[in-house]
């Protein structure tokens, strides 16, 4: 795997900094694969770990807006990242459990390349996996993000988890 961090914050060259020093407070050894506007990916031992050791900080977190475990980054079309969806969701879900589907950015059909609708995209995803879908109060989260890769490439991220593995701070956004 590429990254298993992504570090969202408030733009700015004085914020970037700032971050990457609390980053390097509080995790310790961490390797920075890529940064771009208020977007930072990292590769860590544990990426859950990790989230749990800034969330216990999160008072002096205040322009990080979130910080998000990947367990997979693939190509970001939405047949593969559909099937890679379902292959995570049931290893990590419970068949009793329920779930919900974020999708942050842009999905691609592979065929055509051309963009995907986000409803139609979640919908491809949702359908794929076997588990009861709860909308408002989910048990488990999958959570994709589309992001830029070194500027260029996009890629994908997904990640399967329960809610309060993700530490979303200041904002919803980005």
Same mark, same amino acid.
């Given at each position: 795997m590429i990254f298993n961090l992504i570090v969202t914050h408030e733009p700015g060259p004085e914020n970037y900094?700032? *971050?990457?020093s609390i980053l390097r407070d509080y995790l310790g050894d961490y390797q920075m694969v890529d940064a771009g506007? !208020? *977007?930072?990916?990292l590769r860590v031992d544990d990426p859950y770990d990790a989230v749990e050791k800034l969330w216990r900080v999160r008072d002096k977190l205040n322009i990080i807006y979130r910080v998000i475990p990947v367990d997979k980054v693939t190509d970001p079309y939405v047949e593969v990242v !559909? /099937?890679? #969806? !379902?292959?995570?969701? /049931? /290893?990590?879900i419970p068949p009793d459990k329920t779930y919900r589907v974020t999708l942050r950015g842009r999905l691609y059909w592979r065929e055509t390349r051309m963009? #995907? =609708?986000?409803?139609? !995209?979640?919908r491809v995803i949702a359908e794929?996996?076997?588990r009861a879908v709860s909308l408002? =109060?989910?048990d488990y989260l999958v959570y994709i993000r589309s992001i830029?890769?070194?500027h260029r490439r996009r890629v994908a991220t997904i990640t399967v988890t329960t809610p309060d593995k993700i530490l979303s701070l200041a904002s919803s956004r980005p």
């Open positions: 900094r700032y *971050v990457l506007t !208020a *977007v930072i990916l !559909a /099937e890679e #969806a !379902a292959r995570l969701a /049931e /290893e990590k963009p #995907a =609708h986000s409803m139609d !995209a979640i794929r996996i076997d408002t =109060h989910p830029r890769l070194y």
